[in-house]
């Protein structure tokens, strides 16, 4: 992992527009090849980002950006969409690279991990043929929790949560843009389960066509009446 805090503007070129003015950020340039470009502040979620696969270029700087004092530029391109990130480094104040070895992955505990188990267990309480496809179905940035099909053979990608916050949506969100790049499993929908489910994570997650389940824990353990308990 290279780690570099440098001032630096950053344009997202692609399907979307997007303009970082020059500031102070921390650059997170991650094994597999993603970039993450961090603030010092709004929790783990990066400014911007492009994910793998792609491939980083460091590029001398035009006239003008040189002009402008821009001493280097990456371009950060994705493999498959051709979008494409670029970072122009006004100043680099660190830059290091350390190896992480090889990760293994989150152990979830309590109540999250004991519900991912019950819901696999009886996925069909999400709909009448519904199937399990595989518990934490890894991507590139992480496992999705549940992987599924309805009845009418699509996939579905399952995030569960105790609390329902927009930080979850937000994960599910980047889960689908990796999992719907893919052929094979394409199109790909969303649920968003938990205990309970914030008003605003709710509305987020209906915007975004992702459906929202109030799991009951009791119920799923068999202990009250599942019919009637989640919905």
Known sequence: ???????????????????LPPATRLLVRKADGSLLVHSDGGSYKPLNWMSPPCALAELSPDPDEAADGVHAVWVVRHAKSGD??????????????????????????????HLQALLAEHIHTLGEGWTLVSREHMTAI??????????????????????????GVEQL???????????????????????????????????????????????????????????
Do not use: W
């Open 142 to 167: 992480g496992p999705v929790d549940i992987l599924a099909r309805d009845a009418d053979r699509g996939h579905v990608a399952i995030e569960i949560k105790r609390r329902g916050e927009i930080d």
């Open 1 to 19: 992992m290279r780690l570099v805090i440098a001032r630096c503007s950053v344009d997202y070129e692609g399907r979307l527009q997007a303009h």
């Open 173 to 231: 969100t980047r889960y689908l843009d990796l999992l719907n790049r893919d052929p094979a499993l394409r199109p790909v929908q969303g649920v968003f389960a938990a205990q309970e489910i914030k008003p605003q994570a709710r509305t987020l997650a209906q915007d975004r066509g992702i459906r929202c389940v109030t799991l009951d824990y009791d119920a799923l353990r068999g202990i009250d009446d599942a019919e009637s308990r989640l919905f």
């Open 84 to 113: 494409a990130l670029r970072v122009r480094l006004f100043e680099v104040l660190h830059d290091s690279t350390h190896d992480l070895g090889v990760d293994p992955g989150l152990v979830k505990e309590g109540v999250e991990a």
